[in-house]
């Protein structure tokens, strides 16, 4: 019998429940028209070796998980959607606004290697073969693309990198390093915490008002249970945010997979209570083929050639 997903209402299909031998994945058509240049892509539980409440695709680096079951995650993850484990380059996220240039100098950092930097909650790059790799198990995936350029960016964006304006933030770096436009980006906001699962107290409708404007926070709130709660949408508020910051509507695509709705599918904080593994977005630019593809294969890992 097929796993029921939860599809959230409104939203028009802008995810890919994908799998490949053992692994099911999700990746996003928006991305996936571009993908001889980008590779894109966000883990489900389905497919790993973890047990217990991280069963079994837990990506996660900061639990209690073994690491050697994490190591073989990433192996089996990374076989599935076509990169090598070696190149991912994984943030040390603290709910901050900082984003990194990751370079070449930083694949395996945070798998194979120690990270020799701290609270990033974003990347952005335009060297291929750098695999950008941030964890989530309900905050908001933010996957940024500038074919023009050929320039990538991720980002994680609780409601705390939310009211930072942290998308804003690195479409404002790939200009300044990169020379982006914003109308250019195609911008996919990935699985996370649908508005009608996730409820917060009257403090955080204050954070979002000094940032948002009034009419707006009409489109980002809705009342709760009591007048002291709400519930938050933060895929509104991030897409109002790309808007100012000059994407373009056609270009923005939000998920209708919610974490919490499908927590056999996807791990979520809020479902179980804090007792879970992490999900992992990826995105990376494509390195060019050698010219010989034996000589590309023999570059691989022993398992990728299998």
Known sequence: MAEKII???????????????RVTFVTFPALDSYSEKIVNAFSTRRGGFSKGIYKSMNLGLSNDDSKENILFNYMEFAKAIGINYNNIVISNQQHTTNIRIATEEDRGKGVVRERDYDAVDGFITNEPGVALCLLFADCVPVYLYDPEKEVIG???SG????????????????????????????VCIGPSICQDCYEVTADLYEAFSKVYPTDELGLIFADGKDTEHYQLDLWKAIELTLLRSGVLN???????LCTNHNPDLLFSHRFTKGKRGNLAAVLMLKPEPPEDPQLFKNLLPDFLTK
């Open 159 to 186: 409601w705390k990198g939310t009211v930072g304006e942290i998308s804003a933030k690195a479409i404002r770096l790939m200009g300044q390093n990169y020379g982006s436009r914003p109308e250019d980006i195609v």
């Open 7 to 21: 599809y959230t209402p409104k939203q028009n299909h802008e995810t890919t429940i994908r799998k490949k031998e």
């Open 154 to 156: 991720l980002v994680h």
């Open 250 to 256: 056609t270009n923005i695509h939000v998920t209708d």
